[in-house]
């Protein structure tokens, strides 16, 4: 079971650009998909952008244009890369690995493993 290690976060002005690194445990080319998540004080978790093995990308609309996935599969890792940044992007961001399956052990058809999470501050 891969094991996913967050880290970058910290405190930003309003403006600046930061970004977040997704450490997994073994190779990321065997992952169907990666993503970042966040989740803000008092708010739902939102996908916030995903990268699939193949290298397609998706983005939540509040981050399009500011924020850039990708992954190093040399280092088995994804980042963020987070510029324009706004106090409203404050939040937990966690790492997320999708695994599709099958079978009794993977009724929903795929499995998810979960970052510890880093946080990001932007003060205005």
């Known amino acids: 079971q891969v094991q996913l290690v967050e880290s970058g976060g910290g405190l930003v002005q309003a403006g600046g650009s930061l970004r977040l690194s997704c450490a997994a445990s073994?190779?990321?080319?065997?992952?169907?998909?990666m993503g970042w998540y966040r989740q803000a004080p008092g708010k739902q978790r939102k996908l916030v952008a995903a990268?699939?093995?193949?290298?397609?990308?998706n983005y939540a609309d509040s981050v399009k244009g500011r924020f850039t996935i990708s992954g190093d599969n040399a280092k088995n890792t994804v980042y963020l890369q987070m510029n324009s940044l706004k106090p409203e992007d404050t939040a937990v961001y966690y790492c997320n690995a999708l695994e599709y399956c099958t079978g009794y052990g993977c009724p929903a058809g795929y499995l998810e493993v979960w970052g510890q999470g880093t946080m990001l501050t932007v003060s205005s």
């Open positions: 073994r190779s990321i080319d065997s992952i169907n998909a």
């Open positions: 990268i699939t093995s193949g290298g397609s990308t």
